[in-house]
């Protein structure tokens, strides 16, 4: 059984020879020859999310995890613009979406028909590939079969080979519900795309070579490139230094992994800050989630910078001299084991390291805040987890400590905004069928709180919502604190907490506010995986922002 209408049944079909399994569907009306079809067919996975914008941000977390399109299937109207920014997150994050926006057919745009919309090219300054598709009343429209064919076709291979999202609008004409007991269409695989793969210019090798302070810096890798015999061979030259992030899932005992750690405290030291600049930077992986390193290499000037990697290159610097499209271990390859002489990385590894040693002590003696429980779930996570990291503070707090090497993290750094963050990580948890922890915070839980209205939370799916009551990332910023205005149109202060959200949506709530409480909460929290758990710990909201800033000053 599916459905009658012809060009709805090219898109089933050749979703089903591309291999494009997931559908997302929001219900609608207008969507029905599309949801018929695909919820009829066993080949498909199929989900219902009412909300779309929370649709969107869960059909990206299972493409991130299967590095593969999932595809979204709205109604006509503003269900597809609330899809708009987790397909902003999908295209510079660089996850392959597919977005199916049904619409009245053409001559119905405004003349006042209600949920009608200029449908078409809406995502224009977002997308990869977008395209409308022709309505088909009969198979002897065969310009018509071939136009489709060919436009879905290169939805799927752009997609694939440019890792991104792309938009297929499908007007409907009524009557939309009527069904046959099967196609009888062919379709054509058609126009795969080819990797596109660049060589190393030689330039670059004469400028490695003569560099005697290289910077590497590693920043969003999913999935993981390197193994630690590539890390091994990057690190055995004393003129390269490695800058690690969170999100680069690298772990290597001769890597910087906290940036801010080792920038803040000489920031302004100018005979320190000026030994550090590099002659040569390299970028491996998507956006650097480090704002010090990024206005260090920008207040320098840095002459030269390469990305290295099959996917998009930023000038981050506005200095980018090439993007080297190869993949990362073929880069290494070619690099010469000739070294020049340096003490580039030893004096800054051993930097770090004192920076390291002075850490204890600090903790030791801080409040119960944001900083010591992020302090203490580092310490305490389970290994071989997927964990997703909530953005603003937590990405930021997560940066100044040392990943578990069991982990797979992974955080919304396209947009780096904070919807969405709970949806995404929902949606990993489905598609990788890990054990998944979000941690994240008060105004990103509760802005996507419709993120936990479905039916697919896996049982051992939990949520670490650190709660300041408001956004505390504003007190760490520059600017007046003190300000009437500051607590409600920037930090946004609030009493909420998730305890009826959890009840309503059958997830079991705790919450803490001391350092006492938090061992036997722990317990609770991480054993017992018959349903989904949310921890909510509260932290003093007046303090958090001093403490964060007395740890770079304490290292100084």
């Known amino acids: 059984m599916t459905t009658a209408i012809l060009h709805a049944q090219q898109i089933i079909l050749l979703f089903k020879k591309r291999g494009v399994k997931d559908i997302i569907i929001s219900p609608g009306s207008r969507n029905a020859p599309l949801t018929i079809g695909f ?29 593969k399109p999932a595809a979204l299937l709205c109604t006509s109207g503003s269900a597809l613009l609330n899809y708009y920014p987790a397909v902003t997150e999908a295209f510079y994050s660089e996850i392959p979406l597919i977005i199916l926006s049904a619409d009245r057919p053409p001559h119905k745009i405004d003349i006042g028909d209600g949920q009608t919309i200029r449908q078409q090219h809406v995502y224009a300054n977002h997308i990869l590939f977008d395209a409308q598709l022709q309505m088909i009343a009969n198979t002897s429209q065969k310009e018509y079969l071939v136009t489709n064919e060919r436009a879905i076709n290169k939805a799927i291979n752009t997609a694939i080979s440019k890792h991104g999202p792309v938009h297929l609008n499908i007007p409907f004409e009524e009557p939309l ?45 999913n999935p993981p490139v390197f193994e630690k015999e590539d890390l091994d061979q990057l690190t055995s030259d004393p003129s390269v230094l490695v800058m690690s992030e969170v999100s680069s899932n690298v772990v290597h005992d001769k890597i910087v992994w906290g940036i801010d750690t080792l920038i803040a405290p000489i920031e302004f030291d100018d005979e320190q800050i000026a030994a550090l600049q590099p002659d040569l ?103 071989n987890i997927l964990l997703q990291l909530g953005n603003s503070s937590t990405i930021r707090y997560a940066q100044l400590f040392q990943m578990n090497p069991t982990h797979r993290v992974y955080s919304n750094r396209g947009t780096s905004g904070i919807d969405g963050c709970t949806s995404t990580a929902i949606g990993a948890a489905v598609g990788s069928n890990q054990q998944t922890i ?31 009551s408001g956004g505390g990332i504003f007190r760490i910023l520059p600017g007046e604190k ?48 018959n349903k989904p758990q949310l921890l909510e710990i509260f932290t003093p909201r007046e303090i958090n922002d001093q403490i964060l800033l007395d740890y770079f000053k304490y290292l100084k």
């Not at 705790?510 to 036997?520: G, L, M, P, V």
């Open 39 to 67: 919820t009829s067919d066993p080949y498909f996975n199929c989900y219902s999310i009412v909300d779309e914008r929370c649709a969107g941000h869960f059909a990206m977390g299972i493409a991130q995890q299967l590095q």
């Open 177 to 221: 519900y009527n069904k046959v007991d099967h196609s009888l269409l062919e379709v054509r695989v058609m126009d795969v795309l080819k990797d596109e793969t660049t060589i190393i210019p030689q330039e670059f090798f004469n400028q490695w070579n003569a560099a005697s302070r290289k910077l590497v810096i590693l920043s969003t890798l």
């Open 281 to 383: 930077v390299v970028t491996i992986g998507g956006m650097i989630v480090s704002k010090k390193i990024k206005q260090y290499l920008r207040r320098f000037e840095t002459k030269t910078h390469y990305h290295i990697g099959k996917r998009r290159a930023y000038d981050t610097f506005f200095k980018l001299t090439a993007h080297i499209k190869m993949p990362p271990t073929k880069w290494l390859s070619h690099l010469s084991n000739d070294f020049v002489s340096s003490d580039y990385q030893e004096h800054w590894l051993a930097h770090f390291q004192n920076y390291l040693e002075k850490r204890p002590a600090y903790f030791e003696q801080i409040p119960w805040s944001d900083m010591r429980v992020f302090q203490r779930v580092f310490d305490q996570l389970p290994d």
């Open 438 to 468: 979000l941690i994240t915070g008060d105004i990103s839980f509760f802005y996507d709180s419709n993120g936990l209205w479905n039916n697919y939370i896996p049982s051992n799916f939990k949520i670490i919502l650190v709660n300041n």
């Open 482 to 529: 003190d300000e009437d205005y500051f607590a409600t149109y920037f930090e946004t202060k609030h009493e909420l907490n998730a305890s009826d959200l959890c009840h309503m949506h059958k997830i079991e709530y705790q919450n803490i506010d001391n350092e006492s409480a938090f061992a036997k909460a722990w317990e609770t929290f991480i054993n017992n995986n």
